[in-house]
């Protein structure tokens, strides 16, 4: 890849991306060429010389076109982008590690919780301000079902006694029925007609 060159995610071609795509947006495209072409011939507002604007101006920002001079030399062999103040390679400058320590946080595996800034919950279940919803989350972790409403261990909160009695009386019929029902092609218990194993070898 040519260094220093954008690529776009839609033609994959180098130079230009989806918004100037001369594929996708012809407009725009030929603005950018435009620009591009008389980026060397325009006059800084502030010293008059060419080749750069008031922000990256030697004499006015000397950070400015520091950080200019990094992001035109440094190459960009793999596509991805580079911070113009450290000039790493994965990361701009409103996500360095350098200037932003605390945003490291954020690129931690799975989620993060924004409150103690504890990476396995969110702030539904941070064990600081819920322990009580901590507690119930390690047991449907651990494969226990737990209700958020009561804390009872077997149901959750739809078919919980306690709010809705008519599911519960139906959630507790199927767990009864579910090793007592017969099959009616063969009458075994453990199984229904769709799933008989008599009927699936006739077939």
Not at 75 to 97: A, K, L, M
Not at 152 to 165: L, M, S, W
């Amino acid at each position: 890849m040519p260094s220093g060159r954008r690529r776009c995610a839609s033609c994959g071609k180098h130079g230009h991306n989806v918004r100037t795509c001369p594929q996708i947006n012809p407009e725009s495209a030929n603005k950018r060429v435009i620009r591009e072409r008389n980026r060397y011939t325009r006059a800084c507002s502030s010293c008059g010389q060419k080749g750069h604007n008031s922000r990256t101006c030697p004499t006015a920002n000397p950070e400015g076109a520091l950080r200019r001079n990094k992001r035109e030399q440094k190459p960009r062999s793999d596509g991805r982008r580079i911070c113009s103040h450290c000039g790493t390679v994965g990361h701009n400058i409103r996500t360095c590690p350098i200037l932003y320590p605390e945003r490291l946080i954020k690129k931690t595996k799975g989620r993060v919780c924004s409150h103690c800034q504890q990476s396995g919950h969110n702030i539904q279940t941070c064990p600081i301000l819920h322990p009580n919803r901590e507690k119930a989350r390690k047991k449907r972790i651990d494969g226990e079902r737990i209700c958020s409403a009561c804390g009872a261990i077997g149901h959750n909160k739809r078919t919980c006694p306690e709010i809705n009695p008519s599911a519960a009386m139906r959630r507790e019929k199927r767990v009864m029925m579910r090793g007592s029902r017969l099959c009616s092609n063969c009458g075994q218990s453990g199984h229904n007609s769709r799933t008989c194993p008599n009927k699936l070898d006739a077939q």
